[in-house]
T-cell receptor
Framework: DQQVKQNSPSLSVQEGRISILNCDYT??????FLWYKKYPAEGPTFLIS?????DKNEDGRFTVFLNKSAKHLSLHIVPSQPGDSAVYFC????????????FGAGTRLAVHP | DTAVSQTPKYLVTQMGNDKSIKCEQNLGHDTMYWYKQDSKKFLKIMFSYNNKELIINETVPNRFSPKSPDKAHLNLHINSLELGDSAVYFC???????????FGPGTRLLVL
């Protein structure tokens, strides 16, 4: 039973445009959400996170939006750059749940010139 | 000055062998984790240690045994390796109940 779902396995975007990566979750107990970026043959790198008490968190070109009623979050990258090409994983956890991260399957983003 | 390091990076071995993977973090964190990324690319937690104490033990065959000699190290020993154990194993760490985890580069295990 997948509690965190990334339904788009891949996304292709032109350099300079906006990339929007989506993530849905089913467990209403999740209260902390993270996005990780992963290059081939490397470990996931923490990108940005959001607590369930917020609906938006911004860090430079990266913004995460959280819609708790829809159990949906999204990562916006503006403007997209070729170096952003990677696999992006959405993850969620429950505070007090020993920080067990539940990951989605990932979305492969390709930013082309 | 890698924050979370793992050795070896690649491991090719025969079925039935016993092998260990080592993880070290120099972030001063007190919680460490092992995750497995299977052929379908899902990352799933296996174990977590906080201050050398096991706090998460998912449904993992008991051929897998984690060991934490101190807060900065978490090793994974696997007995009687099976073909299905082939995967990428990632170590991670976090501070206390901080929910952001930092990952190592992964160990690619191939069982023949």
């Amino acid at each position: 039973d997948q509690q965190v779902k990334q339904n788009s396995p891949s996304l292709s975007v032109q350099e300079g445009r906006i990339s929007i990566l989506n993530c849905d979750y089913t467990n209403s107990m999740f209260d902390y959400f993270l996005w990780y970026k992963k290059y081939p043959a490397e470990g996931p790198t923490f990108l940005i996170s959001i607590s369930s008490i917020k609906d938006k968190n911004e860090d430079g070109r990266f913004t995460v939006f959280l819609n708790k009623s829809a159990k949906h979050l999204s990562l916006h990258i503006v403007p997209s750059q070729p170096g952003d090409s990677a696999v992006y994983f959405c993850a969620a956890s429950v505070n007090g749940g020993y920080n067990k991260l539940i990951f989605g399957a990932g979305t492969r983003l390709a930013v082309h010139p | 000055d890698t924050a979370v390091s793992q050795t070896p990076k690649y491991l090719v071995t025969q079925m039935g062998n016993d092998k260990s993977i080592k993880c070290e973090q120099n972030l001063g964190h007190d919680t460490m984790y092992w995750y497995k990324q299977d052929s379908k690319k899902f990352l799933k937690i296996m174990f977590s240690y906080n201050n050398k104490e096991l706090i998460i033990n998912e449904t993992v065959p008991n051929r897998f045994s984690p060991k934490s000699p101190d807060k900065a190290h978490l090793n994974l020993h696997i007995n009687s390796l099976e073909l299905g154990d082939s995967a990428v194993y990632f170590c991670a760490s976090s501070q206390g109940n901080g929910q952001t985890q930092y990952f190592g580069p992964g160990t690619r295990l191939l069982v023949l």
